[in-house]
């Protein structure tokens, strides 16, 4: 294909719209939820039945719509018609379907689910989902450049790149109150505004952090596995407003379709000139490489994850200096989470403004969770900040799984805390979920129920920040294993009161001597346990005066 | 460019760059710290220095942090006070209580820290790691279980002296420190210049001890115990004994050597002499009769011509010269007083 200038961008997307579509399209989720849930044979049965049968169809494999329980997932549309979704699909079923929807024209009852278009809402309200990250995932094939486009693909970059400034860009972002998505919650705008201020003219880099290892939370890799264009979109326009040459995806090791659709996505951009040089003809040069994560939960960490791409052991330095000053390479540097990478194109295209209007107070546009625990519906979810915890649970996520009472309700995974089901009215926004001891984190979420015990959960999360604890300071690396070590006394019912009090205090001690977050955050799960759930601990103590 | 800000409430104005922890010392206040040693970059691994911002509440550590304009900082209060002493209370937790056996006995400074924060005993369990000792350089000894990781002879060996032979293993509460891919310190690249040692805060790293080697040899009556004095000892050695700083002690020295059953007591000047003979001789036979290779470069330390000779590709054996240390000739001496060569052992005290 022929390198892309502007105009060739719109007449190439004009004659995508303009292609007559085939008389049925079969979307099967592809990622690594569907491949698990055994989508490759799925794939394969419908391919020989629409072959055998002659049909005219077109067979498209997806990314994750996000309802994982119900992978594998098809959805079929005959004719023009609205999508019909049908879940838990076996070769067996995608055999019927074929025959009897997309050559019969009749829906098979029998798999049909809710689709994530009836479940989400044309305009953001409370309550529903709306997409704005996940817009593409479980839509488009992600290895298909030309279906990204046909879904206004690489508009925001010719938009940012031939009709506004580096400013403008930035000013776009103040309006929207975007702030970033990987756990911190910092105001994006501000951190490309420093790291555009930062030695300019110097070699500059943009790293987007594809590292995720909160355990349970995987929506990251389901945007980059699910919509990679999105992403780069995001790296492009970030890269040229900080005045980067460079982008470096960090992914981790473990996510290999992710690392591979990246791979393709990379590829196909530079064969048409959307990377590389000279971008869309505008003279601004700019390439992107993967790096792999090197398998520690701390390199997520954005100073931690610097020292590690240079080769060097993948543990936190202070802050300041930070990466905007002296990053990669000691060069301005510029660390930005998936997810709000994947928001950059939107806001670029549809304006500030509009962003804003979505969500509440200083928590704007959508996030993403990734719901699991004792719900109905567990899998990834995309709402607007201020929608509720219960509305998640409840509305859309179908209420427990088991019928039980709801219990609690964990956000921010090993850093974040437990909130207890008479807070679940609480609108989801960085300010309220702080206040109640945990956090908005990355977006894993897990939902208890009255059976479930949060003396185990939060000895579950703090094993694992033990575990991850990378070593460097003192408070972290030994006051985690000694909260532990106390906790299980606890947990074998020879604790004592004293031993709630050694548990706090090593918990101030953690929380104020640790350099990172990671240690920082660490005795979260335990303090919200205590918190809110006081007697689970309190009645597995040894009376005092029994020692 | 100078900085100015307030600490326990003294308005300061410091050089641009200044952390906090040097700052502070400037109006007299001590901010305790136990990773960061003064010759060295901050390493930012202990927590113990940590100090509040006023307007926020936070707390961050004043080794690292350059003070910044309009600062307004505590150095102590109960919480931070509370906290320094958890974390040597954690510290402690993991370190063995061998402190009359140990060679850094009334030297050390995390024995120094807990005397500072009065920490007699602890609620936290003792989790003190089982790990074997390396011995191997003879040179200097690691013993990791006593390593309190703050990373400052990692950065010598790395950053200062460029020979990358010590680093940190595993992570989390496994973290302790070893020769760089688990070898041993003999077979590392460590040139064993003592550079770790000097900057160890504890006895993790310390100079391998030969005294109890030098006793039983000396009490051998089979063998014949020359020992030689480097320069520097004379003056060197007398404040360990109570005389003022710079008194000259050779005689003295001598006389307790001969006592302590050394049968020669050598000086190394006399070594340097011949040395300086030897290697005057090697270069005027490669400059003016072109034998051998040039340029010559020698230096008296041993560890400097491990390094060369490990990480100067241009510098191999022809550029050192064959003999560079002023250590006394076995065969020499046994010839002039008559010992058996075999008999012989010789000691040597360095600073
Ligand atoms: C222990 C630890 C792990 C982290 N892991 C991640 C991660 O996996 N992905 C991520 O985007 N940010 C992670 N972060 C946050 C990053 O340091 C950084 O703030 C973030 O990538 C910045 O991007 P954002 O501004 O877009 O959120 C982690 C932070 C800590 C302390
Ligand atoms: S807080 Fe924990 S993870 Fe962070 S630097 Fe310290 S030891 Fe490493
Ligand atoms: S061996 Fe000594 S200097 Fe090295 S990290 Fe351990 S305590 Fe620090
Ligand atoms: S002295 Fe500052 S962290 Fe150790």
């Known amino acids: ?98 025959e009897k929807h997309v050559k019969g024209g009749r829906v098979v009852e029998a798999f049909k689910v809710p689709s994530v278009g009836e479940m989400s809402s044309e305009k953001p309200v409370p309550g529903k989902q709306y997409r704005i990250v996940l817009r593409n995932c479980g839509v488009i094939d ?30 776009e972002l103040e309006t929207s109150g975007l702030r970033g998505r990987g756990g911190a919650g910092f105001p994006t705008f501000m951190k490309w505004k420093l790291t555009r201020a930062s030695r300019p003219g110097e070699q500059k880099y943009i790293i987007c952090n594809g590292d995720e290892g ?77 790096r792999l994560g090197a398998g520690a939960f701390v390199c997520g960490e954005e100073t931690a994850l610097i020292a590690s791409i240079e080769g060097l052991r993948g543990t936190p330095r202070p802050r300041p200096p930070y990466p905007a000053q002296k990053g990669l390479w000691d060069q301005p540097s510029m660390v930005n989470n998936v997810e709000t990478l994947a928001n950059i194109a939107q806001i670029v295209l549809r304006g500030g403004a509009w962003f804003g209007a979505i969500g509440v107070g200083r928590s704007k546009g959508t996030k993403v969770f990734a719901v699991t625990g004792k719900v109905k519906v567990s899998g990834l979810i995309e709402i607007p900040m201020g929608t509720t915890l219960r509305q998640v649970v409840m509305d859309i996520c ?38 109640l001891g945990s956090i908005m984190g990355s977006g894993g979420m897990i939902v208890m129920d009255e059976s479930d015990n949060t003396v185990e959960l939060s000895r579950f999360y703090l094993d694992f920040s033990v575990d991850e604890s990378c070593g460097k300071c003192a408070p972290c690396r030994i006051g985690g294993t000694q909260m532990l070590r106390t906790i299980d006394k606890i947990v074998a019912r020879k604790g004592t009161a004293a031993d709630i009090a050694k548990i706090r205090r090593i918990a101030l001690t953690m929380q104020r001597g640790s350099l990172c977050a990671l240690g920082q955050t660490t005795p979260n799960p335990v303090l919200s346990a205590l918190r809110y759930f006081e007697s689970e601990w309190t009645e597995r103590l040894v009376p005092a005066t029994k020692k | 460019m100078t900085v100015k800000a307030i600490i326990n409430g003294i308005p300061i104005e410091v050089a641009e760059g200044t952390s906090i922890l040097e700052a502070a010392k400037k109006v007299s206040i001590k901010i305790p710290a136990l990773c960061k040693h003064p010759d060295l970059d901050h390493t930012a691994a202990c927590g113990i220095c940590i100090v509040r911002i006023k307007a926020t ?11 910044e304009n309009g600062m307004d900082i505590v150095t102590h209060d109960p919480e931070i006070v509370n906290v320094r002493r958890g974390i040597v209370e954690m510290i402690m937790s993991k370190h063995p209580n061998e402190c009359v056996t140990c060679s850094r006995n009334q030297n050390c400074e995390l024995q120094t820290m807990c005397a500072d924060f009065n920490i007699e005993r602890s609620d936290l369990d003792n989790i003190v790691p089982d790990l074997p000792l390396d011995e191997t350089t003879r040179a200097v000894t690691l013993d990791p279980r006593k390593c309190i990781s703050c990373g400052r ?18 992570r989390g509460i496994e973290t302790r420190i070893a020769p760089a891919g688990d070898i041993s310190l003999a077979e590392s690249p460590c040139v064993k210049c003592g550079q770790c040692s000097a900057h160890c805060p504890t006895g993790a790293i310390v100079e391998y001890d030969e005294g109890p080697d030098v006793w039983q040899k000396l009490m051998d009556p089979e063998l014949h115990c020359v020992v030689q004095i480097a320069p520097a000892v004379r003056v060197a050695i007398g404040e360990a004994f109570g005389f003022k700083p710079g008194t000259n002690l050779t005689g003295k020295i001598y006389a307790a050597l001969r006592r302590m059953g050394f049968k020669a007591v050598f000086d190394t000047n006399f070594g340097a002499d011949l040395t300086i003979l030897e290697e005057g001789t090697e270069f005027v036979e490669r400059f ?47 010839r002039s007083c008559r010992a058996r060569p075999k008999s012989m052992r010789s000691s040597a005290t360095t600073t």
Not at chain 1, 154 to 167: G, R, S, V
Not at chain 1, 238 to 265: D, H, M, N, T
Not at chain 2, 59 to 66: D, I, K, S, V
Not at chain 2, 309 to 330: G, M, Q, V
Request: proline fraction near 7%; charge should be neutral; include cysteine.
């Open chain 2, 57 to 67: 509440g936070r707390t961050l550590r004043a080794c690292c942090t350059p003070l």
């Open chain 1, 214 to 290: 909160d355990p349970g939370a995987y929506m990251d890799r389901s945007v980059l596995e699910g919509d990679p264009h999105a992403v780069i979109e995001g790296m492009i326009i970030g890269g040229w407003v900080i005045g980067a040459s460079q982008g470096i995806f960090y992914i981790r090791a473990e996510y290999p379709l992710a690392i591979e659709r990246i791979e393709k996505a990379i590829k196909q951009a530079r064969a048409n000139g959307l990377l590389g040089k000279n971008i869309l003809g505008t003279g601004f040069d700019f390439d992107c490489e993967i």
């Open chain 1, 1 to 98: 294909m022929p390198k892309f200038t502007p105009a060739d961008l719109d007449a190439h997307k004009a004659k995508l719209l303009a292609a007559t579509a085939k008389k049925a399209i079969i979307k099967v989720g592809l990622n690594t939820c569907g491949d698990a849930a055994g989508a490759q044979p799925v794939m394969a049965a419908i391919k020989e039945e629409v072959a055998k049968a002659g049909l005219d169809a077109q067979i498209v494999k997806t990314g994750c719509s996000g309802m994982c329980a119900l992978e594998p997932l098809v959805e079929v549309s005959v004719g023009g018609a609205a999508p019909t979704q049908y879940g838990r699909v076996t070769v067996e079923a995608a055999r019927e379907i074929v």
């Open chain 2, 153 to 170: 002879c990692i950065q010598v060996c790395q950053k200062d002296q460029n020979v990358w032979a010590l680093t940190f293993m595993e």
């Open chain 2, 288 to 334: 003016a009769h072109g034998k051998g290779e040039l340029p010559l470069i020698t230096s008296c330390c041993p560890a400097w011509v491990d390094f060369m000779e490990k990480y100067s590709a241009p510098c191999r054996r022809p550029t050192t010269p064959r003999r560079s240390r002023p250590t006394p000739r076995r065969s020499t001496w046994s």
């Open chain 1, 398 to 435: 179908g209420g427990t799984s088991s019928g039980k009472p709801i219990k609690a309700v964990q956000t921010g995974g090993p850093s974040g805390g437990l909130i207890p089901e008479n807070l679940l009215d609480t609108p989801i926004t960085y300010e309220d979920l702080g206040k």
């Open chain 1, 142 to 171: 992600p290895e298909s450049l030309d279906e990204y486009i046909a879904r206004d693909g690489y508009q925001a970059t010719k938009q940012a790149l031939t009709a506004m400034t580096p400013e403008q860009v930035i000013s």
